[in-house]
């Protein structure tokens, strides 16, 4: 009997692993079959057509280049350039007669990326953060609400109401003058308050994340934000910050890092450098698009802004023109921290520092990570260093301005996030897709490593 139930136990593993192995199998035929359209239904007009098909690829990615950094005519014969390169090519594809040879390929590349990243899908446990038991429930849990923040979401989704319906005492941010959200909650926890949470922007949940890590207290994210990227990587509801609340009668503890600079607490990330430049101007919040690409081409061409340097754990990067220190790694892909985090509790920052300085690097940041002007890092601390006696930082999406140096540490699991117990959650990573270790995997190797 106890042989019987471990390979019970065991069979689902197998199942699995065959599984992965027969994806990894048809995601390599898919790439061949996409090759042999091209190079045998086409021939040798087809590997010519081809070849046009990369270079208006590489047009196009210079000419982005040259219309982020240049002003004036050439910033808008680049993006005409950068319009007409893909036309061009669909044209070449037509009049050649290829336009279906090259859209069934295409096809077949696109379903070989699908299949690969089935069969390079980690298992849950390497991507879900573990959940505890919320306990003991608060009784005197305090909510510090926003009704500005997200465009009113704090009003239309009658927050306070359901807020006080569950027990909380709630703070509104409704005066017209500044509000230390961090003394307000330091008062609460004074007078007794078990639990604090935010309806807010990820700046003020920070400010009050610091404050509940410090004592100990569970912490709750209401999604009354604008883009609330860190409720994102918690899994919960952006569309109804509501439902948020259900943390308060059945949640959940996650068990998530904080970072630290300067002594200021954050959620998501501190960024140095181009961003941070373009985040400190005044006419940013009215115009982000305007502002952005008024400031870009001083930032990218080294005319604006301190040299600064940053180190961690032995590796220097000597005037990067961005810098990105954040809580916990973002994805594989992602350089610029717009996308998710899987896990905020790896104990670690996440590093990534940009150096553009000619159109071939601007071309090769399509390949991410893997591009030559990118350099990616996890670190406990990194240190960052400047000519000026002071340095502008981005400090989850707040501009301020801190003195040089600017150190940036990691406090692994301090604090304790309650969520719904039924939440949308985080979904599936995807993989990077690794041809070669497709190629062993379909060949029977457990790991494809």
Known sequence: MPLIMACMHRSP??????????????????????????????????????????????????????????????????????????????????????????????????????????????DAADWRMPEHPAQPPAARPFLIMNPRSGGGKVGRFDLKRKAEDLGAEVFLMDGDEPVDVAAVARDAVARGADLLGVAGGDGTQALVAGIAAQH??????????????????????????????????????????????????????????????????????????????????????????????????GTELDGPQAVLVANNPYGSGDIAGLGRRFRLDRGVLGVIGVSVGSARQAAELLRGRRSTGVVVLTTKRVEISTDAPEIPVGIDGESVTLPAPVVCTIHPGVLRVWVPRDRPGVPQPKPEVNWARLRRLSMGSRQGG
């Open 13 to 122: 593993g197998r199942k699995e692993t065959r599984s992965r192995t027969w994806l990894a199998r048809l995601s390599l035929l898919l790439a061949a079959l996409a090759i042999v359209i091209v190079v045998v239904v086409a021939g040798l007009k087809g590997i010519a057509v081809l070849a046009a098909g990369l270079v208006g690829a590489v047009v196009s990615v210079t000419a982005a280049y040259f219309f982020l950094s240049r002003r004036g005519m050439l910033r808008w014969l680049s993006f005409g350039l950068f319009v007409l390169a893909p036309i061009a090519v669909l044209v070449v594809f037509a009049f050649t007669g290829l336009l279906l040879a090259a859209a069934l390929s295409l096809l077949a590349w696109l379903l070989a990326s699908v299949t690969a990243r089935l069969a390079l899908a980690g």
């Open 216 to 313: 100990g207290l569970p912490f709750v994210v209401i999604t009354a934000g604008t883009r609330n990227h860190f409720a994102l990587d918690l899994g919960l509801d952006r569309d109804d910050p509501s439902a948020c609340l259900a943390a308060l009668s059945d949640g959940v503890e996650l068990r998530v890092d904080l970072g630290e600079i300067g002594g200021q607490t954050f959620v998501n990330n501190a960024s140095f450098g181009a961003y941070a430049e373009v985040v400190e101007s005044p006419a940013y919040r009215d115009d982000k698009l305007g502002t952005t690409l008024d400031l870009l081409p001083d930032l990218l061409q080294g005319n604006r802004g301190a040299r600064f340097t940053a180190r961690a754990d």
